[in-house]
């Protein structure tokens, strides 16, 4: 009974209605382009924002990166399966050349 | 066992390729495809941010960069996934007209994206910046000219499928396929999320 209910509910997330009405997809777009200002008044203020700049401008990317990934790309409401595809290839990528930069000395200058 | 064979059956209705997950095949394969694309511009940025200190005192970024008109680009590109996303919500409801306009409203976003990265690489140029002027330009145009290509084959692509949809030759799960679509061109967006803050924002 239980892989039945299993099956089921994998065969509704797959045909499940993807996520947000049109209204809602709009309003991730107006937020997204409202960070994207955020981050160009950012960059003009940095002497101003002292050591908060980089950690907040990056911050402010990876916000922008993951909204367009879970609501856009439908990761948030699609099967895990698709977003380990995704992340596996994600986290190789940033952690083989967070090692190369590393090796580089790149984080030390 | 019967389970899954109606559930077969039921996928082979919608006329898309199902594993034995219960997942479009097509669609695990895309998501492969950019998890693997992940590597490609990780490559690409690091090699940049390795390099882009390594330029003539009056041909840095600082020197050449227009941060205005790259906002405005990627404010473009930004509004171009909202049309895509408005794209796949029509061809959920089955709404050919409408999936036809946002596709070819998208292209049009990125065919202005484009536009503008061409303007911008010729400004750069005229000013002294060529291909092989220091490492800091080769790893920028090397860059950039992926992601343009990139975004090039996208608009290729949205044309192509918006005149397959008109002379109803798509193959398979429509709506899929406009999804599909999608996927590739919001990660064009999100490579440009990234390459926008890392390149452009972050001062060498």
Redesign the interface.
């Known amino acids: 009974m239980s892989t039945v209910t299993e099956q089921h509910d994998t065969h509704g997330d797959e045909h499940a209605d993807h996520g947000l009405t049109d209204l809602g997809y709009i309003k991730i777009a107006i937020f997204l382009a409202v960070i994207t200002a955020v981050e160009v008044v950012f960059s003009y203020t940095q002497d101003q924002l002292g050591a908060a700049f980089l950690p907040g401008l990056l911050i402010l990317m990876a916000v922008k990166f993951f909204m367009v990934l879970l609501y856009f790309m439908h990761l948030k409401f699609d099967s895990k399966l698709f977003s380990l595809m995704f992340y596996i290839g994600l986290v190789l990528a940033v952690g083989c050349y967070a090692v190369f930069l590393a090796t580089l000395h790149f984080f030390q200058s | 066992m019967a ?2 064979a109606v ?1 077969a059956d ?1 996928h082979v209705d919608h006329g898309g390729h199902y594993s034995s ?4 095949n097509n ?2 394969a895309m ?2 495809f ?6 490609l ?3 690409l ?2 090699t940049y ?2 390099y882009r ?1 390594r330029h003539s005192e009056n041909l840095g970024p600082d020197q050449v960069w227009d ?2 008109f790259t ?1 405005a680009s ?2 473009v590109l ?2 171009s ?2 049309t ?3 794209a ?2 029509s061809a ?1 409801r089955d709404d050919d007209r409408n999936t036809k306009v946002w596709l070819s409203v998208t292209a049009l976003l990125g065919a202005l994206f484009v536009a503008g990265q061409v303007y911008e690489f010729t400004t750069f140029y005229r000013e002294g910046l060529g291909f092989t002027t220091s490492l800091f330009s080769s790893s920028f145009y090397t860059l950039t000219g992926f992601h343009g290509v990139h975004v090039s084959v996208g608009i290729i692509m949205l044309m192509s499928l918006v005149g397959m949809i008109s002379k109803n030759k798509v193959v398979g799960d429509k709506k899929e396929t406009v ?1 599909l679509f ?2 590739y061109w ?2 064009v ?2 490579v440009w ?2 390459i ?3 390149v ?4 060498a």
């Open positions: 389970d899954t559930h039921e997950t219960g997942l479009s669609k695990l998501w492969m950019l998890g693997s694309e992940c590597l511009f990780g490559g940025i690091s941010m390795l200190g941060i205005p906002s990627s404010f930004l509004m996934s909202l895509m996303v408005l796949v919500s959920v999804e999608g996927l919001h990660f967006d999100v999320i990234l926008f803050t890392l452009y924002l972050i001062p």
